[in-house]
């Protein structure tokens, strides 16, 4: 770190204001700590925080798209798994003619909003 770069974040330390508007602008970057998030899911609870259903969150597990575990007859979802399911997928170029110009799968879709739930940032 340079001496400038020292000097200005001395500054920044010592005036309290400075220190909690820097907090409020990298909030946003910072990932959300662990110890804010359950260590996983049921299908109802992922359900209650996207706003989907039970259902399309089960088939999802079911097609592989969600990582899951069934456990006394209930679905867990790791928390890990829910924030990679909630992860855009960002496609290079569309895979046919027909896609062109419209929206991506209901899986983007549906992982724009289980990662909007959870606190993640939304990656367009």
């Known amino acids: 770190m340079s001496a400038t770069a020292r ?12 220190l909690a508007d820097l907090a409020v602008g990298i ?6 700590a662990q110890a804010e998030r359950p260590p996983f899911y049921t299908v109802a609870r ?3 925080l996207t706003g989907l259903s039970r ?3 089960g088939n999802d597990i079911r ?3 969600l990582a899951a575990v069934k456990r006394g007859g209930y679905w867990i ?5 829910a924030a990679a399911y909630a992860t855009p997928v960002v496609s290079a170029a569309p895979s046919s003619r027909r896609g ?7 899986a983007s879709t549906v992982r724009n909003a289980l990662g909007e739930a959870m606190g993640l940032r ?3």
């Open 7 to 18: 000097a200005m974040l001395a500054e920044v330390i010592a005036d309290a204001e400075a």
């Open 27 to 32: 909030a946003p970057l910072l990932p959300v």
């Open 46 to 48: 992922l359900a209650t």
């Open 55 to 57: 259902r399309k969150i």
């Open 63 to 65: 097609r592989g798209d």
């Open 77 to 81: 979802v790791p928390a890990d798994a």
């Open 100 to 106: 062109r110009g419209r929206p991506e799968s209901g």
């Open 122 to 124: 939304r990656v367009d």
